[in-house]
């Protein structure tokens, strides 16, 4: 059973002000469940119309009615479970290896598979602007399909950390150098712009290495690949050579 | 203005079996509208809030109210403008090039994103087979953003094509060669599989050259890249070299 106020307090971790007010998110379905649970996320509660967990202990786990779950769903079609996680405090920001930055990314399927293509691509570390969606959006959980367990993602204004770095700074504009020909290391941070306007004037100042994807179908067509496909080519170019 | 029975069919193109049986789909937002103009696809009709598109005769143009857009539109927060054209006669199939085989994709947004990434490389032909979600469904017009306009999708039967192609046919397998250090050719038949099934038994015994994306995160983690997000790091391969 579960009560009004708990869907209530549930239903209302779908806006950003009331995940920071009590620091909770949620996830959704089995499988991205399980995976915070193994990467030791603080679990509050378990809400599922059936037994699927392992080791959860009964008092932080509740059997509901598939109404109530939809009640509290952030999905069109909820899945059999939902878990309240403590939001983790933010990790502090390392300089070392391959790092990606997001510059204002503000679609949730986009930052959600950017952290599943960091995962892929064994990148440990994404700093995220503050205008930057918000990782713990339901949205975003999902698009990740349980990676935002493994990659640290740190909200931070992108300036003070990338005027001050020794790392090479990478971004990707249209005049840059063709990221097919060149040597690329396996320190530094990667930056990626906002889906409409890309990477801003005063973050553009901090990179020494502008980067492209050569692009190659009609010329005369401006199209731009979408900023998740492009972070994935990208981190190909970086990590293929290994 | 724009009667209740226009509102009636037009919204019923959300659907398949009207878009087929009327021939005819949506395209909605300037961008994506213009595209198709520009590429000669045959405009049926054009409702939009606001004069926004130059040489469309003015027997196939209506201002219409938000409201009306609203009844029509597929999308949750309507654009401007809402187009119907006609569907192109299917295309043939040409044995030449690099073509992309899709066995089974059933997300709008996947198929619309792949065609983009076509687009992007170079890509003329996709094959797409018959359980593939329609190319004229109105999620995947507006994620091609505009791609749709430059790559022929043609809707077959897979498994005579690739049974009779000459060219060497690659699929993507857990078990695949490293996609980094293979010699990739400038003809071929790519085959991208269903979004949880991957590459069906049937079309596997076509595929002669077994790939696979290097994996460079933890290694327990058997998650797989997006199909969308894979097709382009294969694309990128194959044409890099070039």
């Known amino acids: 059973m579960v009560s009004k106020n708990q869907i209530k307090l549930i239903s209302s971790l779908h806006q950003k ?19 915070l649970l193994d990467a030791s996320f603080e679990l509050n509660h378990i809400y599922a119309t059936m037994a699927l967990f392992e080791g959860v202990s009964p008092e932080k786990f509740s059997l509901v009615s598939d109404d109530d779950l939809k ?23 390392e300089a070392q290896g391959l790092i990606v930055a ?36 339901p949205k975003v959980v999902q698009a990740t399909m349980g ?18 770095t020794n790392l090479p700074v990478f971004g990707t504009f249209m005049d ?6 060149m040597e690329l290391p396996q320190e530094g941070i990667i930056v990626m712009g906002n889906e409409a ?29 979408n900023v998740a496909t492009a972070t994935a080519l990208i981190l190909s170019e970086f990590r293929r050579k290994i």
Chains 1, 2 share one sequence.
Not at 17 to 35: C, D, S, Y
Not at 197 to 225: D, M, W, Y
Request: charged share 20%; hydrophobic share 40%.
């Open 17 to 35: 002000k009331f995940r920071q007010a009590n620091q909770l998110f949620i996830a959704e379905g089995k499988k991205v469940i399980q995976e």
């Open 71 to 93: 009640k509290m769903s952030a999905l069109t079609v909820p899945n059999n479970a939902l878990a309240v996680f403590k939001i983790p405090v933010n990790n502090v920001f």
């Open 102 to 137: 997001l510059d204002c990314i503000r679609d949730p399927g986009n930052l959600g598979t950017i952290v599943r293509i960091c995962d892929w691509f064994g990148i440990r570390q994404i700093i995220c602007s503050p205008d930057t969606v918000d990782l713990y959006n």
């Open 147 to 164: 990676s935002i367990a493994r990659v640290n993602c740190i909200y931070s204004d992108l300036l003070p950390v990338l005027e001050k």
């Open 176 to 181: 840059g150098e063709n990221i097919y020909k």
């Open 197 to 225: 306007n890309g990477i801003s004037e005063a973050i553009e100042k901090c990179v020494n290495s502008k980067i492209a994807i050569p692009r190659f179908g009609a010329i005369q067509q401006t199209e731009s690949l």
